[in-house]
Structure formats: C-alpha cells, structure tokens
C-alpha cells in the first residue's frame, strides 16, 4: 500500500494538475481573508474553502491516468487498493494545503471577536479551526468519491455534480461541515470558541463510507 501511496502521490505532483485546486484555494482566501480580521472568523472562512478543494483533488487522483496505465495498476495491486490510495493521497493532498492556510489565517488575522472588543484564546480557536478544517477536508473528499470515477463514470456528469454537490454540502443547514464553520463564525460574535469534534465525528464517518462505496464499485467495474 505504501508502494501504491507514493506512485499516486508522485503522479499528482508530476501532473501539476494540482495547480487549478490550489489557485482556487489561494483566491478565494485571498479574497474572504485580509490581515487584521477577526480570528474565529477568518478559520471558519478557511476551513469551508478547503472542501471543493479536497473534493476536485480526488478527481485529480481518480483520472489521473490514462485508462491503460489505470488498468496496468489495478491488475498488479487490485482495484480496491488502486482506489483507495487515490482517496487517501487527495485526502492528504487537501489535508496539507488546509493545514497551512489554518496557520497562516491564524498568523495574520486579528484574535478578538468580530466588533474587536473581547479577545480570543489563540491556541483553542487555532486547534478549533484545524478540526474544522480536517472535518471540511473528510466531507469533501467523501463528495469526491462519490462524485467521480468508479461512481459516475458518464462523460460530462461528474464536474458539475461534484461542483453542485460540494457547494450543497458546505451550505446546506444540516451538513456537519456547515456545523463546523458556523460554530467558527458564531464564537466571533462572542469570543467563545466552540471545538466541532461531533462534525468531525460525522463527516469521518461519511468519508469512511463513501470511499468504502467506491472503493467496492472499483472492484466490481
């Protein structure tokens, strides 16, 4: 597995399809994140960004060879452990990326509630906004695995899906990574900062699942 771990790693590098996923991530924090905000809100930001990401990274890793070179892999390695190193390696993939931009919000923004009047405990509203971007990165490449090859395997379904499913997820009221940015964005108007272990929770199960799903499709396609 760790054979298989490295050559998808190593063909998402080599690809520099990663690029569009991280140019997508580094405008739109550019844009909803300038220094001097308020902490708690700016993670929450962050946090919800990283899941289209982490959803477009599995597509990236589901198609990122040609379909002899897929079929090569699948016969030495089986087609689960082919698909599940590509879950993984886009899960980590986004994981890193979220990771780093968790730190640097955390390192130029501003820790007070949104009128600047109570502070805001640095390390627990940094340690909130790495769950809630870990919980943001699982539902995302859940979206992903669902969205995508082995899944939906027509031509032209799975960008829009994909795009239309990680925006519902991420806005969607009862969705646990909506929990987990809004319980960010709620605790800057009061400088109470809310831990998303039960989102995190839910959304490791549903990534779990869902890669379980297309892990099993794999096998039998």
């Not at 997508?24 to 962050?46: C, E, H, K």
């Not at 340690?127 to 870990?134: E, F, Q, S, W």
């Amino acid at each position: 597995m760790k054979a298989l771990l490295r050559y998808q790693a190593a063909l998402l590098l080599r690809s520099q399809r990663w690029l569009p996923p991280l140019l997508l991530y580094g405008v739109i924090t550019g844009i909803g994140i300038q220094s001097g905000q308020p902490l708690l809100d700016s993670l929450g930001f962050s946090a919800g960004a990283i899941l289209p990401v982490a959803a477009w990274l599995v597509r990236v890793c589901a198609t990122g060879e040609p379909p002899a070179a897929r079929a090569i892999t699948q016969a030495a390695a089986g087609p689960v452990k082919v698909q599940l190193a590509c879950v993984a390696t886009a899960f980590s993939a986004s994981l890193a990326l979220g990771t780093a931009g968790t730190l640097a919000v955390a390192a130029i923004t501003s820790p007070y509630t949104d009128d600047h009047t109570l502070p805001v405990p640095i390390g627990p509203a940094l340690a909130a906004g790495l769950l809630a971007t870990l919980a943001c990165a699982l539902l995302g490449t859940a979206v992903g695995a669902l969205c995508n090859p082995p899944v939906l395997r027509r031509p032209g379904w799975p960008i829009p899906v994909t795009a239309l499913a990680a925006l519902l997820v991420l806005v969607a009221s009862g969705s646990p990574a909506n929990a987990a940015v809004s319980g960010l964005v709620s605790g800057s108007h009061t400088g109470t900062v809310h831990s998303p272990v039960l989102p995190l929770a839910l959304t490791a199960a549903i990534c779990a699942a869902a890669t379980a799903l297309s892990c099993r499709l794999a096998a039998r396609r």
